[in-house]
């Protein structure tokens, strides 16, 4: 195959950039729906009588049924493929969303949140899955990062949205508006999805550029024979570090910034912009490092690095970003503190963008979703047992500092036990 650059080379189409805009609009979507329960904690714990460890509670059954609908539908999406497999675990997830709002008790709001971690946890393997489908693998972090900017474009689009539906109409409104309206993608995806072979918007020449790398593995991949593999692990044990540190500022830390800097998100329509500023302002800068994180490692492979230096090369220079979130509970500043927050959620999905790669890079195409999917599971477990470490501290000390210390540390551990399992990111012959 030639080796393109697409720096040097003008394809006659680029419809793989169309498929990740999908891609990028989905996960925007997923993330409205998961920022819903974080920005009305308050009012929900009103209305649910809920302390601290009783939401921590609704928190782990979320994440209880994320991590095994993770591992199953990364399963399910290398069976049936990435558009019937995308299709059904949206329509779960923005039904169990939209049912949300007519829960009347803690029980039932708990049985729809479960049914939305099932749902939910479909996406990544489905994107990932359609990245190593539709990219070769110098664009792919590229791809991951921007697709995995839409969970920052949700986490603006929800402070801005949320609280002034719930000022209007009631918090229900919240889960019904949201909900019915991200019924469109479905459609759109249903018209627009097909492989790229059978895609009559591709052109031949960037088919055979997506094809450029060397021809995987095509045989099915038995499940247990990858739970034997020190690479996957390599890949489940970096996700079970860091991604509770992404549900924890999901969760937590709207309640963070309104009890430190004494912001009531329902008061007023000034008093939800003052709080839902900020957080805009974290994830905008967030939006940023997921497309930096990307660009950075795909760069580096263009200029000849192996994909091994440029990914924790990457890594390790994003860990970096992360340490000032050490000191942000001493600051008495909001815009220095949403400063340094902003620059560790930019680093973590910097962090996260070459993280998700790393099944492509090592695994073959037929095994990359399941592969996605052990370690998405595993990340959610990690997420369920720091969710309540969350609420005992919270409940117990009532403060944040430990908690943000945790948060800056496992990075680098993370990129640890990828280097000890996979010391070249060789790829795996199974």
Known sequence: MPD???????????????????????????????QT???????????????????????????????????????????????????IAFTIWVLAHTFTGFATNITQFIITRVALGLGESGSFPASLKTVAEWF???????????????????????????????LSFGWQSAFWVTGLASFLWLVVWLLVYKSPADHEKVAPDELEYINSDKTDETTKVPWVKLLLVKETWAYALAKFLIDPIWWFYLFWLPDFLSKTYHFDLKSSSVAWFAVGLPLVVIYLISDIGSVVGGWVSSTLIKRGLSANKARKVSMLLFALCVLPIFAVTQVGNMWIAVLIIG?????????????YTLPSD?????????????????GAIGGMVFAKTVGHILQLTGSYHILFIIAGSVYLLALLLVHLLSPRLERVTI
């Open 343 to 355: 620059i560790a959620t930019a680093a973590h999905q910097a962090f996260s963008a070459n993280v």
């Open 37 to 87: 329960l974080g920005l009305l904690k308050n009012d929900l714990q009103n209305v649910f009588h809920w302390d601290e460890n009783g939401y921590a509670n609704v928190v782990f059954w979320f994440q209880a049924a994320y991590a095994v609908g993770y591992v199953s539908f990364g399963r399910i999406i290398d069976r049936v493929g990435a558009k019937i497999g995308y299709s």
């Open 362 to 378: 090592i695994f073959p195409k037929s095994a990359v979703a399941s592969v996605i999917g052990i370690g998405g599971m595993v």
């Open 4 to 34: 393109f650059e697409p720096q040097k080379i003008k394809l006659s189409s680029n419809y793989r950039w169309v498929i990740c805009g999908l891609l990028l609009a989905a996960m925007a979507i997923n993330y409205i729906h998961r």
């Open 136 to 166: 070769p693998q110098k664009e792919r972090a590229l791809a991951a990062g921007i697709f995995n900017a839409g969970t920052n474009i949700g986490a603006i689009v929800a402070p801005l949205v949320v609280p002034l539906l719930t």
